[in-house]
């Protein structure tokens, strides 16, 4: 599966959220988003991710923070 990674840690919320959500529109099928953010559980995210039926992991980030990988649910490849 092809992955898109973004480190987002640098940024003041909420454009970690804006960003995340720009890139989870380009994704193709069989995509993933690897965004590193500046928290562990991005909340807000996590209930918009919820609501458009994406699948998503949540890991711990080398140096602080969180990784979220993401991918839309209809893509193919499987939960």
């Excluded at 003041?12 to 562990?40: D, H, K, M, N, W």
């Amino acid at each position: 599966m092809d992955e898109i990674k973004l480190d987002l840690r640098h940024l003041p919320a909420p454009e970690p959220l804006i960003r995340i959500l720009e890139a989870l529109e380009a994704l193709a099928p069989g995509q993933s988003l690897r965004a590193i953010t500046p928290c562990r559980q991005p909340l807000p995210l996590l209930e918009i991710l919820d609501a458009r039926a994406c699948v998503y992991d949540l890991l711990d980030a080398e140096g602080g923070g969180g990784q979220i990988r993401i991918r839309h649910r209809d893509d193919g490849a499987g939960d």
